[in-house]
């Protein structure tokens, strides 16, 4: 239900009729547009995967809006500071259209809806499919533009911005890894799902024999946190999938922390899909060197795709493994 609300406020007449150009933020997934293809969108997604799909089906797409719009749709994502800026940048865009907001429950629409009505006059509203679609004047709502966020320092010292992975702080998980990584590992180093950077510095600080390093993320917000944090030329920053990401040489060592899940559930194929890329782009004879939550099964995946593996760390929470890649076929 969650895909075809803003499809079923539409046919039975509740959201306002649009025209126009359309901007499309947040959490934007194919399923959630079911309905809408007839509308003029522009949809601004920070997410290599997500971009992808999108204009693969044709959609127009960027990292920031590259036109002007008349009205903009936000699905919000979980994290709420996120949700606000996109809201906020909605607001901006068009100062004369409609701003529909729509999201689950579980992504806290609930209480950014009732911020938002506090203030704003003559809210529409849907509720359907454990989600509330919302829609308002963007003229009556100018307040909501303060709601912007700017990329800043978190508690270490680090830029972030919302919305990336572990923004407050390091990650406790990456800290445990990097721990266990040798200072003396050198030449060509990838740094998988590298976020806003911290692996990437601290091996930098720690590893004075790194000749490049390579920081591979889906997140372009994270990417540019990244490039602000690593003022250093062996390293290069990569908006890429690291799924499928190759480069010219492969590498001596790969560092990851790998993602878990997309949506709220657990999905161990998105890590097990981590430790194929790695085994791909190492060396014969490289290592990979990654951390992962202690309950998540990779040992096979490490087995299958690696001469061996080793257990470096253990703590209640998470692991940090050492794989070393044999000398056999490159896949
Ligand atoms: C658990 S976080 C680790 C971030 C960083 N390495 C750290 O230690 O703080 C995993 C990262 O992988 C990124 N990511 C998820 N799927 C990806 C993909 N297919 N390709 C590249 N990066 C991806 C996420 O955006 C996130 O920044």
């Given at each position: 239900?969650?895909?075809?609300?803003?499809?079923?406020?539409?046919?039975?007449?509740?959201?306002?009729?649009?025209?126009?150009?359309?901007?499309?933020?947040?959490?934007?997934?194919?399923?959630?547009?079911?309905?809408?293809?007839?509308?003029?969108?522009?949809?601004?997604?920070?997410?290599?995967?997500?971009?992808?799909?999108?204009?693969?089906?044709?959609?127009?797409?960027?990292?920031?809006?590259?036109?002007e719009?008349?009205?903009?749709?936000?699905?919000?994502?979980r994290?709420?500071?996120?949700?606000r800026?996109?809201i906020?940048?909605?607001?901006q865009a068009?100062?004369?259209?409609?701003?529909?907001i729509?999201?689950?429950?579980?992504?806290?629409?609930?209480?950014?809806?009732?911020?938002?009505?506090?203030?704003?006059?003559?809210?529409?509203?849907?509720?359907?499919?454990?989600?509330?679609t919302?829609?308002?004047?963007?003229?009556?709502?100018?307040?909501?533009?303060?709601?912007?966020?700017?990329?800043?320092?978190?508690?270490?010292?680090?830029v972030?911005?919302?919305?990336?992975?572990?923004?407050?702080?390091?990650?406790?998980?990456?800290?445990?890894?990097?721990?266990?990584?040798?200072?003396?590992?050198?030449?060509?180093?990838?740094?998988?799902?590298?976020?806003?950077?911290?692996?990437?510095?601290?091996?930098?600080?720690?590893?004075?024999?790194?000749?490049?390093?390579?920081?591979?993320?889906?997140?372009?917000?994270?990417?540019?946190?990244?490039?602000?944090?690593?003022?250093?030329?062996?390293?290069?920053?990569?908006?890429?999938?690291?799924?499928?990401?190759?480069?010219?040489?492969?590498?001596?060592?790969?560092?990851?922390?790998?993602?878990?899940?997309?949506?709220?559930?657990?999905?161990?194929?998105?890590?097990?899909?981590?430790?194929?890329?790695?085994?791909?782009?190492?060396?014969?004879?490289?290592?990979?060197?990654?951390v992962?939550?202690s309950?998540?099964p990779?040992?096979?995946?490490?087995?299958?795709?690696?001469?061996?593996?080793?257990?470096?760390?253990?703590?209640?929470?998470?692991?940090?493994?050492?794989?070393?890649?044999?000398?056999?076929?490159?896949?």
């Open positions: 239900m969650k895909h075809a609300r803003l499809d079923l406020a539409r046919s039975a007449e509740l959201l306002p009729a649009l025209s126009g150009p359309i901007g499309v933020f947040g959490q934007i997934e194919l399923e959630r547009l079911h309905g809408l293809m007839d509308w003029d969108l522009r949809c601004v997604s920070s997410s290599f995967a997500v971009s992808k799909v999108l204009s693969v089906v044709g959609l127009n797409v960027g990292q920031v809006l590259g036109a719009i008349e009205h903009a749709v936000v699905f919000i994502p994290a709420k500071a996120e949700a800026d996109l906020a940048q909605a607001v068009c100062p004369n259209g409609w701003i529909i729509d999201g689950q429950k579980t992504d806290g629409i609930e209480s950014i809806a009732k911020q938002i009505t506090r203030d704003v006059p003559n809210i529409g509203s849907y509720s359907k499919g454990h989600g509330k919302i829609w308002l004047r963007s003229a009556d709502a100018t307040h909501l533009i303060e709601w912007r966020a700017q990329a800043s320092e978190n508690k270490s010292g680090f972030t911005a919302p919305g990336v992975f572990s923004a407050d702080d390091v990650d406790p998980a990456s800290e445990m890894l990097i721990e266990h990584v040798p200072s003396n590992l050198s030449g060509q180093i990838a740094d998988l799902g590298a976020g806003w950077g911290f692996l990437s510095h601290r091996l930098l600080e720690r590893c004075s024999g790194i000749a490049g390093l390579h920081l591979i993320e889906d997140s372009a917000v994270a990417l540019e946190c990244a490039r602000s944090n690593i003022i250093d030329e062996k390293a290069l920053f990569y908006w890429a999938d690291a799924l499928s990401w190759t480069s010219s040489k492969r590498v001596d060592a790969v560092v990851m922390n790998p993602p878990f899940h997309t949506t709220r559930s657990v999905e161990p194929a998105l890590g097990i899909g981590f430790i194929q890329a790695a085994a791909r782009v190492l060396k014969p004879g490289g290592r990979l060197f990654m992962a939550n309950h998540l990779y040992e096979p995946a490490l087995k299958q795709n690696f001469e061996k593996y080793e257990l470096l760390a253990r703590s209640s929470r998470f692991k940090v493994y050492c794989a070393t890649r044999g000398s056999g076929k490159l896949i």
